[in-house]
């Protein structure tokens, strides 16, 4: 999974009244399977990594959403602040930008109605973030679209030029104070963040966003979401892949993860690391979600020359925003050479490092010299993958 870039901040909108839900309690407030609506979005935003972490709730839930934080944040980090919210969304971000720490320079707005928010989504707009630019999450639309007035249809709407807005949006800090002053000055409300941004001049653009991050406004969006929640204990899930490359390509060998300098390089569309390739296709087919073909092959020019960082990364990132958690990987690969036993230790760091910490165990042997990996002309590879569906 993408890392949250430093100095980054979340502003979580608590503050709605939840009207449509016909519940007691503020929208935020009502219980999921045990937990708030704000709990569950206070522990995607935690999955996705270290920020300072800011709610707005309703005036007199202030005590019960800090308990919310303090039970949500992990025991190293500072749960966060609660600032009460205004009388529309925009009254509310702002009372969350007034709290933000000095240092803060990305600024992600959340809403915790999105409370099945993936962390990954939340990393990936978090780093998509530039100085000049903010970044939404959003999903193509599919349904058929109609202009109408009353009852009467007056036409179609091309679906190809619209999507759907999800959160969190992310905004570099200053530019977006600057569009909340200039928003306060003349008297405009904005359906969105990124609308606010882009009234004031700013460029937003757009990254893919995830069914999981549905907002749960009515009765069937909570039941909606309860049915996805209670697949959490789901049964592991099991990927097998193998890969093969030829000695021969160009520059020095990568494998595992790492570069081996005066090694014969193996032959392929990237850096021909047999080992992460396996293991891509081990946890693609673990998840149900095709094979490396599909997401990295010749028609993705862009993974050329790629390395296994960037091969995991993207992977972990589809399989969390497809509900999947990564149990393990082990993986073995057959070659005379390299020398591996030296560099486990530094192969499996990296190669857990790139899946977001999910252990990895790589082993290596030899063929007593039978097959092109005896004979020295490639290498074979075979990984098993455990997910667990979240």
Known sequence: MTEVPERSAVIIVAAGSGTRLGAAAPKAFVELAGRTLLRHALEGVHAAGAMQVIAVVPAGLE?????ELRAAAPADRDPGTVVVGGATRQQSVAAGLDALGDDVRIVLVHDAARALTPP????????????DAGVIPALPVVDTLKRVDGDLVTGPVDRSVLAAAQTPQGFPRTALQGAYVAALASGEEHTDDAALFAAAGGVVRRIAGSERAFKITTLADLERARMLLADRPALPRIGVGTDVHAFGGEGTLWLAGLEWPGEQPLSGHSDGDAVAHAIVDALLGAAGLGDIGEHFGTAHPEYAGAHADVFLGRTAELLAEAGFAIGNVSVQFQGNRPRFSARRAEAE??????????PVTVSATTTDGLGFPGRGEGIAVTAVALVLQV
């Open 63 to 67: 005590q019960e959403a800090e308990a």
């Open 349 to 358: 760091q990296a190669l857990s490092s790139a899946l977001g910490g999910a």
């Open 120 to 131: 990954a989504q939340i990393a990936a707009v978090a780093s998509a973030v530039t100085g």
